[in-house]
């Protein structure tokens, strides 16, 4: 069973910057799309940033010109890079993975990202 590990989140002044990364315990194979999403109380689980095989991204609109997702597909691992963080930007983010041929869907358990005013 693979697991996906996120790490980089914390507490953070608006302004600031955060390095989210996300870990998959061992090789997977076959990866479509990588992703980080995020909910906080009350709200929906919603995608923030996606990149696919082919290095395609995808951005919410409250992340573009402020949020950059990467992938080291080699090291099954994905960041995403926060800057100008804003207090709504406060949730639990949750990377996830997909695949073909057969299809997976993983999800890691989650980092806390907090922003203060």
């Known amino acids: 069973q693979v697991q996906l590990v996120e790490s980089g989140g914390g507490l953070v002044q608006a302004g600031g910057s955060l390095r989210l990364s996300c870990a998959a315990s061992r090789s997977i194979f076959n990866i479509n799309i990588m992703g980080w999403y995020r909910q906080s109380p009350g709200k929906q689980r919603e995608l923030v940033a996606q990149?696919?095989?082919?290095?395609?991204?995808k951005y919410a609109d409250s992340a573009k010109g402020r949020f950059t997702i990467s992938s080291g597909y080699a090291k099954n691992m994905t960041y995403l890079q926060m800057n100008s963080l804003k207090p709504e930007d406060t949730a639990v983010y949750y990377c996830?993975?997909?695949?073909?041929?057969?299809?997976?869907?993983?999800w890691g358990q989650g980092t806390q990202v907090t922003v203060s005013s």
């Open positions: 990149i696919t095989s082919s290095d395609s991204t």
């Open positions: 996830r993975i997909t695949t073909w041929g057969p299809q997976y869907d993983y």
